[in-house]
T-cell receptor
Framework: QKEVEQDPGPLSVPEGAIVSLNCTYS??????FMWYRQYSRKGPELLMY????GNKEDGRFTAQVDKSSKYISLFIRDSQPSDSATYLC????????????FGKGTKLTVNP | GAGVSQTPSNKVTEKGKYVELRCDPI?????LYWYRQSLGQGPEFLIY????????DSGLPNDRFFAVRPEGSVSTLKIQRTERGDSAVYLC????????????????FGEGSRLTVL
């Protein structure tokens, strides 16, 4: 079993839809949870960062972490064609580990 | 430049050849990372530098892979005796201080060096 599991999709939605992306993980030491967005042939860029459990909202994006279920989610409201990209979850353990463990990424297409 | 710069953007080489990939991080960023991303996969950690020293090289797959950062800025990833399985995009990232220094895990990635081994 991989440390981080993420459904690769692809996921195709109409403009304006609510998108739900998620990852599960097996390592209970993970404390830092991130969502990165990657456009084609570009490097990933950080969208959301959460430490430990809880919710975090930033504009149209909401990140949720449920450590008891080892499950994290990213919600995108009012999705736009410019949101079309691959979304990668990433995690890191407590204790100063610098190693981010990424999921496979979910490829999202928002159709106008 | 303002972002992380990686050269070359594309490299095609033959099996068995030696390859060097260069990364120029954001000015002032002490933490530098190399990741490898195969087609359809997420980035996979290779090595992390804090300053000039390799603080964690646990992701390097074998002794054909080596990385240096002699002056604490530019880094070079070196691959000896390349194999077809080394074909991937090699991503470099930098951050101001890293997680241990109180950072948020925000890594600033370059666009990557796409390596193809024939």
């Amino acid at each position: 079993q991989k440390e981080v599991e993420q459904d690769p999709g692809p996921l195709s939605v109409p403009e304006g839809a609510i998108v739900s992306l998620n990852c599960t993980y097996s390592n209970s030491a993970f404390q830092y949870f991130m969502w990165y967005r990657q456009y084609s042939r570009k490097g990933p860029e950080l969208l959301m960062y959460t430490y430990s459990s809880g919710n975090k909202e930033d504009g149209r994006f909401t990140a949720q972490v449920d450590k008891s279920s080892k499950y994290i989610s990213l919600f995108i409201r009012d999705s736009q064609p410019s949101d079309s990209a691959t979304y990668l979850c990433a995690m890191s353990a407590q204790g100063g580990s610098e190693k981010l463990v990424f999921g496979k990424g979910t490829k999202l297409t928002v159709n106008p | 430049g303002a972002g992380v710069s990686q050269t070359p953007s594309n490299k095609v080489t033959e099996k068995g050849k030696y390859v060097e990939l260069r990364c120029d991080p954001i000015s002032g960023h002490t933490a530098l990372y190399w990741y490898r991303q195969s087609l359809g996969q997420g980035p996979e950690f290779l090595i992390y530098f804090q300053g000039t020293g390799a603080a964690d090289d646990s992701g390097l797959p074998n002794d054909r892979f080596f990385a240096v950062r002699p002056e604490g800025s530019v880094s070079t990833l070196k691959i000896q005796r390349t194999e077809r399985g080394d074909s991937a995009v090699y991503l470099c990232a930098s951050s101001l201080m890293g997680l241990a220094g109180g950072g948020t895990g925000e890594l600033f990635f370059g666009e990557g060096s796409r390596l193809t081994v024939l």
